[in-house]
């Protein structure tokens, strides 16, 4: 196996003229979990076809394990799992059905394997698909694509629609692939997902990446406002310089903070005065890139 399960170099896509991706060179390692982060329409699912040879770009190319996507596209799809994040499942059939069908087109499963998979999403596979919920959709979409244990699973916003439980569940699956040397390519736009399972990240704006960071890095530049509101008046100057703290705005009895980082200075600061309240608001990943990821405009 490959040291590398994905590169790709100056990997670039136009839909007429319009921008999808522009030079994207990322490199994926095999045995971790990597992510794909950005918000919606940044590219995400666009670099995802390309992996897959389900488009060709523009200019540019790409390796999977080891193989060019174009030449190998099909050992590619054999050794991958895939979750697409535009969900098409073929709605007259029941989940078992489909995972039978779409096992027997792999060669075989372990169905034994499915059925724990199940257990654990706690999916209904006799119902029709047509009658599930979009969450319990998502949960056969994601049985398909761990069911053959592949040695890459590329998955495209894999929790949309699940609740705070599965959402569990499908961070430990992801961790028990790590734990046996596969590889995960996880995209998402939701900041909290990708750091509770990813060992890096790559960052993409509007068509172009424009970092790739180890999860601690990313985390210790996570940012924060707080609201804190106290039993009486508290002066800006408490919380002015303290590490991390990047604006202070004093009214009354509240105090708004920016702080990007721990919070270990400004709790230690607050506990000096009554706290009454205090409220924590996660900014979106477009404020954070704006922030900290400044100058890609994309093309």
Known sequence: M????????DLTKYYDGRRGIVDVALEVRVGEVFGFLGPNGAGKTTTIRLLLDLIRPTA????????????GSLEIRRRTGYLPGELVLWERMTGAELLAFLGALRGGVDHRYVAELAARLDCDLSARIGSLSHGSKQKVALIQAFMHRPELLILDEPTTGLDPLMQEEFQRMVAEVRAEGRTVFLSSHILREVERT??????I???RLVAVE???DLRARELRVLDLRFAGPVPASAFQGL????EVEAQGDGVRLTVA??????VRAAARYEVVDLTSHEPSLEE?????YPGHDGA
């Open 2 to 9: 490959a040291e590398t399960a994905i590169a790709t170099e």
């Open 60 to 71: 540019g190319r790409a390796r999977v394990l080891g193989l060019d996507v174009r030449e």
């Open 198 to 203: 990813c060992d890096r990240v790559g960052i």
């Open 205 to 207: 704006r509007e068509g």
């Open 214 to 216: 180890d999860v601690g």
């Open 243 to 246: 590490p991390g703290v990047q």
């Open 261 to 266: 980082g721990p919070l270990d200075a400004v």
């Open 288 to 292: 954070i890139f704006l922030r900290f």
